[in-house]
């Protein structure tokens, strides 16, 4: 079992930038890879980034690319999404999990409770 708990968002202006964590507990975070997705209202969750087990390997949705950098520290059980240059259409809630490097959610087990993220214009 994997417990994961978002931080760091919050209502930043456009071009701002945001720095959210997940703090998971257990000894088996390095065993995972990690995501985060995110659901803007009325919309289905979408991928944003993922980060292999050891880190070397990242992948990230298109629309973030060059903007969001995703990192872990595996002696600190935490997995971060730094995001710059935010636009308006970033603001939804944002959630990090723990399962299979992919994009696809479905390949993800374990679920934070999600962070909100608002981007004013």
């Known amino acids: 079992q994997v417990q994961l708990v978002e931080s760091g968002g919050g209502l930043v202006q456009a071009g701002g930038s945001l720095r959210l964590s997940c703090a998971a507990s257990?000894?088996?975070?390095?065993?995972?890879?990690m995501g985060w997705f995110r659901q803007a209202p009325g919309k289905e969750r979408e991928f944003v980034a993922a980060i292999r087990r050891s880190g070397g390997f990242t992948m990230y949705t298109d629309s973030v690319k060059g903007r969001f950098t995703i990192s872990r520290d595996n002696a600190k059980n935490t997995v971060y999404l730094q995001m710059n240059s935010l636009k308006p259409e970033d603001t939804a809630v944002y959630y990090c999990?723990?399962?299979?490097?992919?994009?696809?959610?479905?390949?993800?087990?374990?679920w934070g409770q999600g962070t909100q993220v608002t981007v004013s214009s």
């Open positions: 999990a723990a399962g299979i490097y992919s994009g696809n959610y479905n390949l993800y087990d374990y």
């Open positions: 257990g000894r088996t975070f390095s065993s995972y890879a």
